[in-house]
């Protein structure tokens, strides 16, 4: 009696498995009322970033309109953009952020 040949088969799982997921980029999309100093501590607690580099991305995204806050895996991304939107809200902000996938350059 033969078995069936399922080494076709598992070997796309194995070669799934050893991929990289796919990133997400968090971006950040200017507007004319959430104070700079929100958005430096947003980009500081929520991404990571130091002081410095904080403020070259807020203030790239104040002036060309929006700017990438950090690459995650899908479910991460998602999840910053809806804890920083709440936290906006909370606040009184109506700062806004997407994730989109890389390599979905506009
Ligand atoms: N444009 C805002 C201001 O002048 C600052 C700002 C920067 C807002 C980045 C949002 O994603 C943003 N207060």
């Not at 971006?27 to 500081?44: A, G, H, K, R, S």
């Amino acid at each position: 009696m033969t078995r069936p040949d399922h080494s076709s088969q598992s070997q796309t799982l194995e070669r799934t498995r050893a991929e990289r997921p796919r990133l997400w980029r968090v971006l950040l999309l200017n507007d004319d009322y959430t104070p700079m100093e929100f958005v430096v501590e947003v980009l500081m607690g929520h991404f990571h970033k130091s002081a410095p580099e904080a403020e070259v991305i807020m203030l790239a995204v104040h002036h060309k309109g929006q700017g990438v806050a950090g690459s995650y895996t899908r479910d991460v991304a998602e999840t910053k953009v809806s804890q920083v939107t709440a936290e906006a809200r909370a606040a009184g902000y109506p700062l806004r952020l997407v994730a989109e996938p890389e390599g979905s350059d506009a």
